[in-house]
């Protein structure tokens, strides 16, 4: 079943953070992050494998429930680069190597 | 290193004709997955290779649609008397091991559009 995300939508000045959700109604055991520019392929941000778990580089981060079965992608003080739309993917079982994602969340910064 | 490839990047096809898109995987990887992508939407898995052995297929539409990898390198994606839905970019992704923890890399994909 396809993890939601929310919102689908958000623009953000230079500098402002944003928050990205993603919600399953199965039990997870992995969450992926990727993002993806018009036109160019997805390219991975960061797997998150053991809940309670958070990640980060550069400014995001994310952190991964598994009790809530969620997943959560934060962005501190976005830049132009981070334009682009942002996809969950979801593992339901160890092994299952199967990617189910989001419908995604597109994320604007503006100057 | 050279990243995932796809050929054609662009196919047009005629309804009732079969198509076969390639995907060139990051060499020495071992898992090898298919997605359709439509406009504005998330990958859809389709199936997915470790080595030559196809795992899942769970998500192939329908039997016209079939993915071989006979030397568990290149694969190979086919979809027989095509059909105008089947429209969409294809992608593939390869993954250096089959454990959850390694990341897919995506390749540029291709645009199949069924007239």
């Known amino acids: 079943q396809q993890p939601v995300q929310s919102p689908q939508a958000v623009i953000l000045r230079e500098g402002e953070d944003a928050v990205i959700n993603c919600s399953s109604s199965k039990a997870l055991y992995s969450v992926h992050w990727y993002r993806q520019k018009h036109g160019e392929a997805p390219v991975f941000l960061m797997i998150?494998?053991?809940?309670?778990e958070q990640k980060g580089h550069d400014k995001i981060s994310a952190s991964f429930n598994e009790k809530k079965q969620q997943s959560s992608l934060y962005l501190t003080a976005s830049q132009l680069s981070y334009s682009g739309t942002y996809f969950c993917g979801t593992e339901n079982g160890q092994g299952a190597q199967k990617l189910v994602f989001g419908q995604g969340t597109r994320l604007t910064i503006n100057p | 290193g050279a990243g995932v490839s796809q050929s054609p990047r662009y196919k047009v096809t005629k309804r009732g004709q079969d198509v076969a898109l390639r995907c060139d995987p990051i060499s020495g990887h071992v898992s090898l997955y298919w997605y359709r992508q439509a406009l504005g939407q998330g990958p859809e898995f389709l199936t997915y290779f470790n080595y030559e052995a196809q795992q899942d297929k769970s998500g192939l539409p329908n039997d016209r649609f079939s993915a071989e990898r006979p030397e568990g390198s290149i694969s190979t994606l086919t979809i027989q008397r095509t059909e105008q839905r089947d429209s969409a970019m294809y992608r593939c992704a390869s993954s250096l091991n089959p454990h959850s923890s390694y990341e897919q890399y995506f390749g540029p994909g291709t645009r199949l559009t069924v007239t």
């Open positions: 998150l494998l053991k809940g309670g």
